[in-house]
Structures are given as structure tokens and as C-alpha cells.
């Protein structure tokens, strides 16, 4: 069985020229539900999450000042979202669902979140969209309170992981893995433990070929007990913000290559949203949609 995290202030209003980007958190689960792939049982609403767990990634400062909106106006401007009491604890509620989400997969092998997936928050900043790091923020949840030892990061969002590769730079109990569009933002990478950069235009054949490679040699080289993989649907050739040529077909063969590695090998995966950003609204839900169907086709 997969659960899911999502709660209605994942999709909560913004102001005008804010809301397109929010509109898939609120049309996903009520296509799941339409086509019962998933049932109502599946989804949890999760808490805000406490803020100790938030400190064992950033710092703390930091996140003072984000909780007292006191961030400066550049700041505001490099997160591209009008800072509110409400988005803050959206973020609040998403880290939350992404902790509540690796201890269901560690029961039940997988767990998705409706949202997060915003690895460009740094440990001290919050940068395109990411005021906070939700799966760096359970990675470290998970090494503190649970007996995981070793954690892989799947980052297959065409922008690279690079708050996330800064947070764990120093952490060898966590291996950052970003495969990404070479010409995408950020324009200056930070350095994962591995990153693959695309040429534009990569097709779904060259992409998946490379990704199978990477994958089989990173689960014998790594041996995680747990994974954390960033399922952004911005790789699609459609996608306005992205450079690389995957098809609905070949994003869905992506979804299905990382959770069938990982569950004939065992290991648990909780999966984040991350972006996407086509100009057709259905084709975002459609690819999302994807990665619980192939889901739930293999761990029922």
C-alpha cells in the first residue's frame, strides 16, 4: 500500500501571477481519487513539523527570521513567492508530511508527497521557490531517530539538487545524486556526490539508458537502507522552465526504473513532487499522476 501526504495549504491561494504554479497540489489528489488509483485511506494531513527537527538541517537564524517574516527584500525576490504567515507554514506542514512519509516507507516501502521536493533551499537561505529542505530536513530526521544508516538522494528534477548538496557536502551517511539539466538553473552548481549533467534536448532513450546505469551502479557502490527521490516532471520536452526532450512515456518510465530498483532491492522510497511547469496544466497532472500509478502497480 502507498500513502500520501497532502493537505489543502499545499495548495493554498497566492496572489495573482503566483497561482498557476500551486494549481497541480490541488487537481492531483482529485484525479487519483477520480480514477481510484488511490483512496481516501492513503492520504494523511500532516502537522506542522517541530522546529527541532528543522534546526538539525537549518540554521537557526535563518529560520527565525523566515518564522517572523523578516527576511530581507532580495531574499524574498530570490524565493519568487510574496513571503506570508500562510507560505511559511505551508513549508512548515510539507516537511512534516515528508518525515511522516519516510517512516510509513520504512513500514510499508513507499510513501509519496503531494508537494515538496525543495531541494534549492539552502541551509541558510531559501532560493526558487524553497524556504525549507523537506527531504534533507527527514534525511536527517531519519539518521537522528530511527536506525538508518545510509541514505541516497535520487534528485531527478531537471534543475540540479544544489541546497541539498551543500547541506549534506560534509555528511557521508547521505549520498546526493542529481541528474540534471546541464544549461537549467542553478547556473552556478553547487557539487553533489555525483552529478550527471544533460545536454538539451536528452531523449527519453539516452536519459533512461544513463539513469539505469547510474542507479545499478550507485545501489551496489552507496548500499542505502533508505532513499529519498525527487520525481520532478520539469524534464518534460514541454516543460517552459526546462531544456531536456522527455516524452509523458519516458518521464513514467523514469518513475518506474527508480521504484522497481528500489523495491527489488528492499530498500524503502519516500518520493517529493518537485517541479513542473508545462503551459498545459493537464499534462503536469497526467505526468505527476505517473509516479503513484507506477506506484501502486508495484507495491500495491
Do not use: W
Request: glycine share 8%; proline share 4%; net charge negative.
Amino acid at each position: 500500500m502507498i500513502f500520501i501526504a497532502s493537505d489543502p495549504s499545499f495548495a493554498h491561494p497566492l496572489p495573482e501571477g503566483h497561482r498557476f504554479p500551486m494549481l497541480k497540489y490541488e487537481l492531483l489528489p482529485r484525479q487519483l481519487l477520480h480514477e481510484g488509483t488511490c483512496t481516501a485511506a492513503q492520504f494523511f494531513s500532516p502537522n506542522k513539523v517541530d522546529l527541532g527537527h528543522v534546526l538539525s538541517t537549518h540554521d537557526e537564524t535563518y529560520v527565525q527570521r523566515l518564522l517572523n517574516e523578516e527576511l530581507h527584500p532580495k531574499e524574498i525576490r530570490k524565493i519568487g513567492f510574496p513571503l506570508s504567515t500562510a507560505l511559511v507554514e505551508r513549508e512548515l506542514r510539507i516537511a512534516q508530511g515528508t518525515i511522516d512519509g519516510a517512516l510509513k516507507a520504512i513500514e510499508y516501502g513507499v510513501a509519496l508527497n503531494i508537494a515538496g521536493g525543495t531541494h534549492h533551499a539552502y541551509p541558510d537561505r531559501g532560493e526558487a521557490f524553497c524556504l525549507l529542505n523537506d527531504q534533507a530536513i527527514a534525511a536527517n530526521y531519519l539518521l537522528n531517530h530511527t536506525s538508518t544508516k545510509r541514505i541516497l538522494m535520487v534528485d531527478l528534477d531537471v534543475h540540479q539538487g544544489n541546497g541539498t548538496a551543500v547541506i549534506f557536502q560534509n555528511k557521508r551517511e547521505v549520498f546526493t545524486f542529481s541528474m540534471h539539466g546541464k544549461a537549467n538553473y542553478p547556473f552556478k552548481k553547487e557539487a553533489s556526490d555525483l552529478d550527471v549533467e544533460l545536454e538539451r534536448g536528452t531523449d527519453d532513450n539516452t536519459y533512461l539508458q544513463l539513469l539505469q546505469e547510474q542507479l545499478e551502479v550507485l545501489f551496489e557502490r552507496v548500499q542505502p537502507d533508505f532513499i529519498f527521490y525527487l520525481s520532478g516532471v520539469d524534464v518534460l520536452d514541454t516543460d517552459k522552465l526546462g531544456t531536456l526532450g522527455l516524452t509523458l512515456e519516458g518521464c513514467k518510465k523514469r518513475d518506474a526504473l527508480v521504484l522497481q530498483m528500489a523495491y527489488d532491492k528492499g530498500v524503502p522510497v519516500q518520493c517529493s513532487m518537485g517541479g513542473g511547469y508545462s503551459k498545459d496544466i493537464r499534462v503536469i497532472v497526467e505526468a505527476h499522476a505517473n509516479t503513484y500509478r507506477i506506484a501502486h502497480s508495484i507495491y500495491g
